[in-house]
């Protein structure tokens, strides 16, 4: 039996989360076409008669400021990166090579195989103009990987949202991993993150897919309590923004936005849990919550010593 952690890694936007979700054939990892969507470390654990492979969904990569929510985010990359068996560097082919530049200290420093997977495939052939930066990327990337302790070993297409080249990719995968005993228990649960978690994702998904641009980096959400035993299960959570001016765009005119949200979070949510919800959500400001330390950690973003990068 076959058993390893694989990262996927990449710049924000380049797929990551559409690929956990189409190798788990279920939507645990929140999708939106924003950048800079997932914040956390999310494992997405998958069983098979080949053995079990262990995904670590992992925030873009990306220049962070000091300090903030995008340090913690970053934070969350680098521990990703601490062991694992694999790492899949994902290259969106619509991206460019000056800013892809910026993963190869990231890829320097994992001391694991690496496949270079270029996701999107799907878009290759109508902007194929586009991509001649594509191969002499990849050819660099090589060369500045040789003598270190990261092991180039295959470079593979796929397209995540059409699922094409996924099947192919997991036999890369399992060709790869060491044998040994499955490192979470085998059933059918498709992570390490509690239905809590997964929960505050899906409401803070449709932030993301209801909000303007910018007010959705300023939302944080916390369940605030989640009543199981009774039917419908009732949800009380609660939305955290900056200032005063965001709660009202949250809340909207009447109540209309912060309708909408539940609405389509509640539903989401129905979906996940099979049965009945009752979803409340209320808007809270929480004064700069995204810099200051204390305030990141109450809402389980923690920064560990001072930040780095
Ligand atoms: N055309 C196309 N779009 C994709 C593909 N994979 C992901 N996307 C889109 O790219 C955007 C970002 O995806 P996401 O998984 O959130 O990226 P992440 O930030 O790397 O996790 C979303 O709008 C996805 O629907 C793909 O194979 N083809
Ligand atoms: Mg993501």
Redesign the pocket.
């Known amino acids: 039996m076959k058993s390893g952690i694989v990262v996927l890694l990449?710049r924000?936007?380049?797929?990551?989360?559409?690929l956990l979700n189409a190798v788990l054939k279920e939507d645990l990892s929140i999708?939106?076409?924003k950048?800079q969507?997932?914040r956390d470390q999310i494992r997405g654990i998958l069983n098979e008669p080949r053995g079990q492979v262990v995904f670590i969904?992992t925030p873009?990569v990306h220049k962070a400021k000091e300090g903030g929510i995008n340090a913690f985010m970053i934070q969350e990359v680098k521990k990703a990166l601490d062991g694992p068996d694999l790492v899949i560097y994902?290259i969106d082919p619509m991206s460019k090579v000056s800013a892809e530049r910026l993963m190869l200290e990231y890829l320097k420093e994992a001391s694991s195989k690496l496949i270079l997977l270029v996701?999107?495939?799907?878009?290759v052939k109508v902007h194929a103009e586009q991509f001649k930066w594509l191969d002499p990327w990849i050819d660099e990337v090589k060369q500045e990987l040789q003598g270190t302790r990261c092991e180039w070993i295959a470079t593979h297409s796929?397209?995540?949202?059409?699922k094409k080249g996924v099947k192919e990719l997991l036999q890369l995968i399992f060709d790869e991993l060491p044998n040994g005993e499955p490192l979470y228990p085998v059933d059918d649960s498709l992570t390490d993150r509690s239905l809590r978690f997964i929960v505050a994702e899906l409401i803070r998904k449709q932030l993301f897919m209801n909000l303007g641009d910018e007010i959705p980096y300023s939302c944080a959400v916390e369940i605030e309590s989640f009543k199981e035993n009774k039917k419908p299960v009732v949800i009380q959570a609660m939305i955290y923004v900056e200032r005063e001016s965001q709660k009202g765009m949250v809340i909207g005119s009447q109540g209309k936005k912060i309708k909408e949200i539940g609405t389509a979070a509640r539903k989401e949510i129905e979906k996940l849990m099979g049965e009945k919800v009752f979803l409340e959500l209320r808007v809270k400001v929480l004064a700069a919550w995204t810099s200051e330390q204390t305030k990141l950690k109450s809402l389980g973003y923690e920064l560990e010593k001072r930040s780095r990068k």
Not at 12 to 18: A, I, Q, R, Y
Not at 158 to 162: D, G, P
């Open positions: 990449g924000p936007n380049v797929g990551k989360s559409t999708v939106t076409p950048a969507t997932t969904d873009g994902l996701n999107k495939a799907d878009l796929i397209s995540a949202v059409k």
